[in-house]
């Protein structure tokens, strides 16, 4: 696939095709299943914008498409559709613009990614052996620092809680997303209170983890776990998304579905620092965290903006 051809896969579960230019290699090689092209007399980034989000444009191509369960959308038919279109030179302005606000988003994506990669290497960094230095600090048991709160919850009890499921927590940035309330849901739930570090047992890879700041129901596959006096509750939250913690995490039971194991947890042994120490240890990280939420809003209002824009451009 030469540099600047596109191509689309041409077969799909929904029906829906994606378009896409090749802007990174000489040499790109594709499956067969993907035709490769280039158009004449319009602007590539144009084209592929329009056919990427336009609804007029997926709906004709959804009705070329044939098949059942999986549709194809066979070159020969891409070809033969004919779409309303602007001349070339309003296209060539179109396609500078949306290459403009692609490079915006694409910079900012960059950024949260580096200032999460940062982050990443600061928790190595202040939770590790190297912060012992300077300051009192002692080696405790993980079951020493944290145990799994108990309480559990029965939406017949009539008490409403705001429910956290997994889905409802964000990867990585321990954002909780929504909730859901609790009276509605079928089974029995695991109790969290303020102060409490949620962390996702189910897939722990996922790195799912909140701060909970009120008293919630979550899943049965979170675990609310409560500081031990050893811990700031903030500190808490901080040391399970460490990749020494994490790492102990991921060795869990099952194959499709793996559980953490408390068992292993349990008997992980961690460097806890003085209070003095661990108060500005999470100062440092609550306001790299500002710094991320910051980022990751304006990466989201790019977004936004570019979508509003294709919606307005491509009726």
Not at 73 to 90: G, H, I, Q, R, Y
Not at 119 to 126: A, H, I, T, Y
Request: hydrophobic share 40%.
């Amino acid at each position: 696939m030469p540099l600047g051809f596109c191509t689309y896969r041409n077969r799909s579960d929904d029906g829906r095709f994606t378009f896409n230019i090749n802007k990174i290699s000489d040499k790109a090689i594709v499956s067969k299943f993907y035709p490769v092209f280039r158009f004449k007399n319009a602007n590539s980034t144009f084209m592929t914008e329009y056919l990427n989000s336009s609804a007029r444009a997926r709906k004709k191509l959804s009705v070329l498409a044939v098949g059942t369960s999986q549709v194809v959308l066979s070159f020969e038919a891409l070809k033969s559709a004919k779409f309303d279109l602007p001349c070339k030179e309003e296209q060539d302005k179109i396609a500078s613009l949306l290459e403009c606000l692609n490079e915006r988003v694409e910079l900012q994506r960059s950024f949260v990614d580096a200032l999460k990669k940062y982050k990443r290497g600061l928790l190595s960094n202040l939770f590790g052996e190297k912060i012992t230095q300077g300051c009192t600090t002692k080696s405790y048991y993980f079951s020493e620092i944290a145990q799994r709160r108990s309480e559990k919850y029965d939406p017949s009890s009539g008490i409403e809680y705001p429910c956290v499921e997994l889905e409802n927590i964000e990867q990585e940035t321990g954002k909780i997303l929504a909730t859901v309330p609790s009276t509605a849901q079928s089974s029995i739930k695991n109790i969290a209170m303020p102060g409490d570090t949620l962390f996702g047992k189910l897939r722990p890879y996922l790195r799912k983890y909140a701060f909970a700041k009120k008293t919630m129901a979550c899943s049965s596959e979170i675990w609310a776990l409560i500081p031990s006096d050893v811990v700031l509750p903030k500190f808490l939250f901080y040391l399970v998304q460490t990749e020494h913690f994490l790492r102990v995490a991921n060795i869990s039971s099952g194959t499709k579905m793996p559980r953490a194991e408390w068992s292993n947890i349990e008997k992980a042994e961690f460097f806890i620092p003085d209070f003095s120490v661990q108060r500005k240890v999470v100062s440092l990280l609550e306001g790299l965290d500002q710094k991320i939420t910051f980022a990751d809003s304006t990466l989201l209002s790019l977004n936004r903006l570019k979508a509003s824009l294709l919606q307005h451009l491509f009726i």
